[in-house]
C-alpha cells in the first residue's frame, strides 16, 4: 500500500499539466483516500511507543497524508477536497493528538525534538505535524467557510 501510495505521489505531484480525464480520476482517488486517512489517522499515535515503530497502518497513514497535503496543493484537487465533510475536523483532530501525544512522551513527531547531535532523522512520524498544519492550511486557503471552522 504504501508503494502504491508514492507512486499516486510522484503521479499527482508531475509538473505537467493533467488532462481532464486525469484530474477526474484524481478527484475520484481523493475521495478514497481522503476517506482513508480519516478511519485510519488514529494509527499514527501507536508510533509513540517504540514498540510499534514500524507500524504499517500508522506508515500508511503517513503516505496518505503526504498524497493529500499534494493533492490539496493543486488547484484543480483543491476545491473538491476542501468541500469533503469531515477531512478538516480529522486534520485539526489528529494534529491536537500528536502535539498532547508529544508532551506525553518522546516527541518523534517534529524534527526538532527527534534530532539529537548530527544523527539522521529517520523515524517515519517526524514532520508528520508540519504535514497535518500543512493539510490545514490548503483546506483553508481562500475557503471562508473552512477558515472559520479553524
Known amino acids: 500500500r504504501v508503494t502504491l501510495l508514492e507512486l499516486i505521489m510522484a503521479k499527482v505531484s508531475e509538473k505537467n499539466p ?3 480525464e486525469e484530474t477526474n480520476v484524481f478527484m475520484r482517488h ?3 483516500l481522503a476517506g482513508c486517512f480519516q478511519e ?3 494509527a499514527v499515535l501507536k508510533l509513540t511507543s517504540a514498540a510499534d515503530a514500524e507500524d ?3 506508515l500508511v497513514t503517513i503516505r496518505l497524508l503526504d498524497v ?3 493533492m490539496t496543493s493543486n488547484n484543480g484537487q483543491l476545491e473538491h477536497l476542501q468541500a469533503l465533510p469531515g477531512l478538516l475536523e480529522t486534520a485539526i483532530d489528529t494534529l491536537r493528538l500528536t502535539h498532547l501525544a508529544g508532551k506525553q512522551a518522546v516527541n518523534i513527531f517534529t524534527a526538532t525534538h527527534a534530532m539529537t547531535g548530527q544523527e ?3 523515524h517515519p512520524a517526524v514532520g508528520l505535524k508540519s ?3 500543512r493539510l490545514i492550511g490548503n ?3 481562500k475557503n471562508k467557510e473552512n477558515q472559520d471552522k479553524v
Open 131 to 133: 504535514h497535518l498544519i
Open 139 to 141: 483546506l483553508c486557503y
Open 120 to 122: 539522521e532523522i529517520s
Open 40 to 42: 485510519k489517522c488514529e
Open 56 to 58: 504499517e497502518e500508522a
Open 68 to 70: 493529500l497535503c499534494e
Open 18 to 20: 493533467a488532462t481532464s
Open 30 to 32: 481523493a475521495d478514497f
